[in-house]
């Protein structure tokens, strides 16, 4: 497979999962880009290893991850709230605010307990390949998830009250 292959038969699906990381289909586009160029420079690398796809959606996620150590933390965001990159709910009026409220409470995750929710539950991967993903034990990954659902639920329970 070439580069040029995989960045047709994948570029879309790595965008959807940027999206879910960062919430804002712009910083998607941004780290997906990036990480791209990466790939290319490193094609050979990449296409040896056992799953092209796994191993690009790792780059993806620690490029995520260092999100703070580059150029991204001094990029202005001029809106507070995510763009409608999520599919259109049913046109409920608190569906919208529902799916607002939800993307504030996982902006504020930190990013490794984020990437993990998005890998478990929008993903839908076992805990060994998000492991592998993030480059971290299964026990690491499953503390992670944990401590997001945990702080998720910690932000409904003080909302409901």
Same mark, same amino acid.
């Given at each position: 497979m070439t580069y040029e292959e995989f960045a047709d038969a994948r570029l879309a699906a790595l965008l959807r999962y940027a999206v879910m990381l960062t919430g804002d289909p712009h910083q998607? #586009?941004?780290? +997906? #880009?990036?990480?791209? +160029?990466?790939v290319q420079l490193n094609w050979r690398r990449v296409a040896r290893s056992d799953v092209p796809e796994r191993y690009v959606r790792?780059?993806?996620?620690? #490029?995520?991850?260092d999100?703070?150590?580059?150029?991204?933390?001094r990029r202005v965001l001029l809106r507070?709230?995510?763009?409608?990159? +999520?599919?259109?709910?049913t046109d409920h009026a608190q569906s919208a605010v529902?799916?607002?409220q939800v993307w504030s409470w996982l902006s504020r995750?930190?990013?490794?307990?984020?990437?993990t929710l998005v890998l478990r539950y929008y993903e839908d991967l076992p805990d060994a390949e998000i492991a592998?993903?993030?480059?971290c034990a299964v026990?690491?990954?499953?503390?992670?998830?944990s401590r997001a659902l945990a702080t998720l639920r910690a932000e409904y329970v003080e909302v409901c009250s």
């Open positions: 998607a #586009q941004d780290l +997906v #880009q990036e990480t791209m +160029v990466r790792r780059m993806l996620t620690n #490029q995520f991850i999100w703070r150590r580059g150029s991204w933390a507070g709230e995510p763009d409608e990159a +999520v599919p259109a709910p529902d799916r607002d995750l930190p990013r490794r307990q984020r990437a592998e993903i993030l480059g026990g690491t990954v499953r503390s992670c998830i």
